[in-house]
């Protein structure tokens, strides 16, 4: 049963970079029939999509974040990580990291099948 | 890129059926048949229910179905029970290898 758990400080001060990291388990990262993501959602609110990265090179990220963030994977430790530079109290939010399917004959295509448990990064005003 | 417009929320009472829609353009919703839901109770992560429009992941049951015409998806939930309500969130594939949420349908069963 694959497993994702996001890892990572807890709070960080503005204009400061937000590191997180995803370790995956009964799985792994170096597989290109998968991309492997970040969501967040802030509380209350709803989810956004921040970005993707497969082990192939392709990354993607969310236009509005592009000049903020910055997603590499370790496949020696089977990981994969999130840096969002400059952060403010508009980036206080649950920050989860997902499997998101790629080759379309294999998997469940453009869709995020599993997910990890959230880790709320806090950045106080 | 724009978020999905899906209603705030979507009432129903047990045993009847609700629809949740999800609104695009042709650069997503419209564009691709790549429409997925997810279910998200409080506090957990959320849980895919739907992928490439109309498919249902092993496990998750077959009151949950999804449709889409034109640049608008659906999702059905028939004969509700209490633990269908939570929040649903839609989210599409859409040009230059974007993803965009929908801003999220909360499903109250009465």
């Known amino acids: 049963q694959l497993q994702l758990q996001e890892s990572g400080p807890g709070q960080v001060k503005p204009s400061e970079t937000l590191s997180l990291s995803c370790t995956v388990s009964?799985?792994?990262?170096?597989?290109?029939?998968?991309?492997w993501g970040w969501v967040r959602q802030p509380p209350g609110e709803g989810l956004e999509w921040i970005g993707n990265?497969?082990?192939?090179?392709?990354?993607f990220y969310k236009a509005s974040l592009r000049s903020r963030v910055s997603m590499s994977m370790d496949t020696s430790r089977n990981q994969f990580s999130l840096m969002l530079s400059s952060v403010t109290a508009a980036d206080t939010a649950v920050y989860y990291c997902?499997?998101?399917?790629?080759?379309?004959?294999?998997?469940?295509?453009?869709?995020?099948?599993?997910w990890g448990q959230g880790i709320l990064v806090t950045v106080p005003s | 890129q724009s978020a999905l417009t899906q209603p705030p929320s979507a009432p129903g009472s047990p045993g009847q059926s609700v629809t949740i829609s999800c609104t695009g353009t042709?650069?997503?919703?419209?564009?691709?048949?790549?429409v997925s839901w997810y279910q998200q109770h409080p506090g957990k992560a959320p849980k895919l229910m739907i992928y490439?429009?109309?498919k249902r992941p092993s496990g998750v049951p077959d009151r949950f179905s999804g449709s889409k015409s034109g640049n608008t998806a659906s999702l059905t939930v028939s004969g509700l029970q209490a633990e269908d309500e939570a929040d649903y969130y839609c989210?599409?594939?859409?040009?230059?290898?974007?993803?965009?949420f929908g801003g999220g349908t909360k499903l109250t069963v009465l």
């Open positions: 997902a499997r998101r399917g790629r080759n379309c004959f294999k998997t469940a295509c453009f869709a995020f099948d599993y």
């Open positions: 009964g799985g792994s990262v170096s597989n290109t029939d998968y991309y």
């Open positions: 990265v497969c082990s192939n090179g392709n990354i």
């Open positions: 042709s650069s997503d919703v419209g564009g691709y048949d790549s």
């Open positions: 490439e429009v109309t």
């Open positions: 989210m599409s594939f859409a040009d230059s290898n974007k993803l965009v």
